[in-house]
Each structure stands twice: as structure tokens, then as C-alpha cells.
């Protein structure tokens, strides 16, 4: 079992900046690392992922705005979002996932608001 905890989410005004954490007890350098995004009553939107081997890949309404990292010695992934815009409040959440398996953190409340 992976067990997973975000955290740094919070309210920004909008052009503001939030790095948001996902750590883990285990070493999460062989898991492909994503984060999504969700409002209430909608599916869960893919907004960053990371796999094992370095590669990255970005949501359409967020590239060029977020990027994914991961800090192997400190069993964490950050989603750096830069310029946040209203449209990117929601709640996100952190995923693992390794041999068909997938694991899901609590999730951090972000809100882009003046």
C-alpha cells in the first residue's frame, strides 16, 4: 500500500503562484507520478505527469503554466503552477502508479480568487 499526502494547496490571487507537495513514505522513483485536478460533480482532469524514466507530459489547459519535478531523496513530487487562473481552482490530487496498480492521495484545495 502507497500512501500518498499533498499538501501547499491554499488561495492565490489570480497571476499568483503555489508549489504543491506529494509525499510518501515509499520510494516513489519507479511509480509514473500524476497529478489531476477535480471540481465537484466533474471528472478528474490529468494536469501533470512524470514517469520513472524522466518523462513529462502536461494537460492542453495548463502547459506552459505548471511543471511536474520530483525530489527522489525526499520521496516527493511538486507541481510548481505559475499565472494561476481562476479556472484552475479545484481540488488536486496526487497519483501512483506501478504494475496496473494506482494510488491516490487526499487531495489539496487550490483557489485562484482576488
Known amino acids: 500500500q502507497v500512501q500518498l499526502v499533498e499538501s501547499g494547496g491554499g488561495l492565490v490571487q489570480p497571476g499568483g503562484s503555489l508549489r504543491l507537495s506529494c509525499t510518501s513514505a515509499?520510494?516513489?522513483?519507479?511509480?509514473?507520478m500524476k497529478w489531476y485536478r477535480q471540481l465537484p460533480g466533474e471528472q478528474r482532469e490529468l494536469v501533470a505527469g512524470s514517469g520513472s524514466g524522466g518523462s513529462t507530459d502536461y494537460g492542453y489547459s495548463v502547459k506552459g503554466r505548471v511543471t511536474i519535478s520530483r525530489d527522489p531523496t525526499k520521496k516527493t513530487v511538486y507541481l510548481q503552477m505559475n499565472n494561476l487562473k481562476p479556472e484552475d481552482s479545484a481540488t488536486y490530487y496526487c497519483n501512483a502508479g506501478l504494475g496496473g496498480f494506482s494510488y491516490w492521495g487526499q487531495g489539496t484545495q487550490v483557489t485562484v480568487s482576488s
Open positions: 515509499t520510494d516513489l522513483s519507479f511509480y509514473t
